[in-house]
Each structure stands twice: as structure tokens, then as C-alpha cells.
Nanobody, 122 residues
Framework: QVQLVESGGGLVQAGASLRLSCAAS????????LAWFRQAAGKDREFVAR????????SHADSVKGRFTISRDNAKNTVDLQMNSLKTEDTAVYYC???????????????WGQGTQVTVSS
């Protein structure tokens, strides 16, 4: 069983940067692929970025490509999301997730954090 706790959300202006972090405990961290998802009010949860177990492969949604970067530190059991050039449409609750496979689908991730709110004002 993996427990995930996100931090780093907040209120920022458009164009600013923010770094989210997710700390994992329990389980064996390196056996999981990790991902960030987000859910805006009234919308479905959507994929943002993912990283494989050894950190040598990443994938980002088209909507954040070139602005967001996912990374992980297997020594510290953390996964981060660096968000640059934030837009108002990035406003959402951001969740980190852990899963065994390599997927961008919500249902393929067994473990989830509680989420952290990111609000981008114009």
C-alpha cells in the first residue's frame, strides 16, 4: 500500500511558476510509475504527465507540453511537477498517482494523493 501526499499548490498570477511535490511512503517506490492528473471544477480528471520507474521516460499532455516537467527522485521517494508559464486554464486540483503500468488513464492508477489546489488568476 502506497500513501501519497501532495504539496506546493497555491494562488498565482498567469505567467508565474509553481512546483508541486508528492511524497510517497509504504510500498516499494521504484516499482511504480508515477503520474500527475488534474481536475477542474465540473470537469473530469485528466492526465497531465507521467514518468516511468527509472526516470528515463516521461510523457506530458499536449496542453502542458513545453511548460510543465515531471521528475522523480527515487532516493527521496518524491515526484515533482514543475509548472511554468501558468495559464488560467491550468486552475484545478492536482493529484499525484502511482501505478504498475505505463498509462495515461485514471483507472490504471491504484494509489492517489488527496490533491492540492492550484489557482491561476488573470
Amino acid at each position: 500500500q502506497v500513501q501519497l501526499v501532495e504539496s506546493g499548490g497555491g494562488l498565482v498570477q498567469a505567467g508565474a511558476s509553481l512546483r508541486l511535490s508528492c511524497a510517497a511512503s509504504g510500498g516499494t517506490f521504484t516499482t511504480y510509475a508515477l503520474a500527475w492528473f488534474r481536475q477542474a471544477a465540473g470537469k473530469d480528471r485528466e492526465f497531465v504527465a507521467r514518468i516511468n520507474r527509472m526516470s528515463d521516460t516521461t510523457s506530458h499532455a499536449d496542453s502542458v507540453k513545453g511548460r510543465f516537467t515531471i521528475s522523480r527522485d527515487n532516493a527521496k521517494n518524491t515526484v515533482d511537477l514543475q509548472m511554468n508559464s501558468l495559464k488560467t486554464e491550468d486552475t484545478a486540483v492536482y493529484y499525484c498517482a502511482a501505478g504498475r503500468g505505463w498509462s495515461s488513464r485514471v483507472l490504471d492508477y491504484a494509489y492517489w494523493g488527496q490533491g492540492t489546489q492550484v489557482t491561476v488568476s488573470s
